[in-house]
């Protein structure tokens, strides 16, 4: 009789942490995420990441510090849809991480209101980190097309 109590309870451990919960942590994640519309910042950290490249510079230096901010957001506003739904996924995956379940829920109903804000406030900066590093090619894949596409719309002649 113990030994089936024993599997009984292995059994029941094993499907507490099964990869439908993990799945179940993504999915409320994401739907915080884009519920909230936490992923929305994609378009400044890209203007501040191509804001440092040189090809961003050449632009100011020919078209002035305006007409290049401007070119450079429009291709950032054109190309985002094509980057915005993996964006979105990887910070929900940074999300589901450090959070369960019903902390991602409560925080995607009440936001601010929510009983674990302070705790979302608390890990604020971890979860920059794991998104740092899920998207860091994603993000240089965004600047790199914006930036080439802007130099291109910048020579006489071409649109």
Known sequence: MPRIIGFAL???ASLAFSPA???TA???ALAMVEKLQ???NISAIS????????AYRNLVSALGQNRALVLVR???NSVRPKYQAQWDRNLAASY????????LESYAYAGKDSTYAAKFRARRGEVSRNMQAKSADLLNGLVAEVLKNAIARSIPGKK
């Open 47 to 54: 203007l501040r990441v191509a804001a440092t490249t040189p």
């Open 21 to 23: 919960q993990a799945a």
């Open 74 to 76: 429009d291709e950032i």
């Open 10 to 12: 292995v059994l029941i």
């Open 96 to 103: 589901a991480e450090l959070f369960t379940v019903p902390e």
């Open 38 to 40: 936490l992923g929305e």
């Open 26 to 28: 993504s999915e409320a």
